[in-house]
């Protein structure tokens, strides 16, 4: 299957297929964090954990095929001039993920898992006027031999 041994650059790139352009008007997703910072209102995605487990017994996926499953942790970070935005942003990204469960499994062979965080993030300066909402969510694949 296309992409399955290459887990991380196939779930970045699902995850920028059904994001990008899909959170409201004016809001920039950029799928690996800028180096010139961010332009807000955006959601910026990093991967920032992932292990390893067994596909099935013996790590067969399929009749001559080996594979492990790689579950990774992204990170999306919301932000935002307004805190009220910023939660619009979020919740907007939350349902999106959510909607289309059936896009990243049928079409990526991706699964979401639920998020494991849900956080407003203080900001790191006092006066600074900058909103974020952190969230991390798992999503799992099966990787097989690299081609």
């Known amino acids: 299957m296309p992409g399955?041994?290459?887990?991380?650059?196939?779930i970045r790139a699902a995850l920028k297929t059904i994001l990008d352009g899909q959170l409201g008007t004016g809001v920039k997703f950029y799928d690996y964090f800028p180096t010139e910072g961010v332009k807000e209102p955006c959601v910026v995605i990093q991967n920032v954990s992932g292990i390893e487990s067994e596909?099935?017994?013996g790590e067969?996926?399929?009749?001559?095929?080996?594979?492990?499953?790689v579950t990774l942790v992204f990170q999306f970070d919301v932000y935002h001039s307004q805190s009220t935005g910023r939660d619009e942003v979020a919740d907007k990204l939350l349902n999106r993920l959510w909607t289309q469960r059936a896009t990243l499994k049928?079409?990526?062979?991706?699964?979401?898992?639920?998020?494991?965080?849900?956080?407003?993030?203080?900001?790191a300066e006092t006066g600074e006027r900058l909103y974020r909402k952190s969230i991390d969510i798992p999503f799992t694949i099966t990787m097989t031999q690299m081609s």
């Open 4 to 10: 399955q041994d290459k887990p991380t650059a196939t």
């Open 55 to 57: 596909a099935a017994v």
């Open 106 to 123: 049928d079409t990526h062979k991706i699964e979401r898992d639920p998020s494991r965080r849900i956080q407003d993030v203080p900001a």
């Open 60 to 69: 067969n996926v399929d009749v001559g095929t080996k594979g492990i499953k």
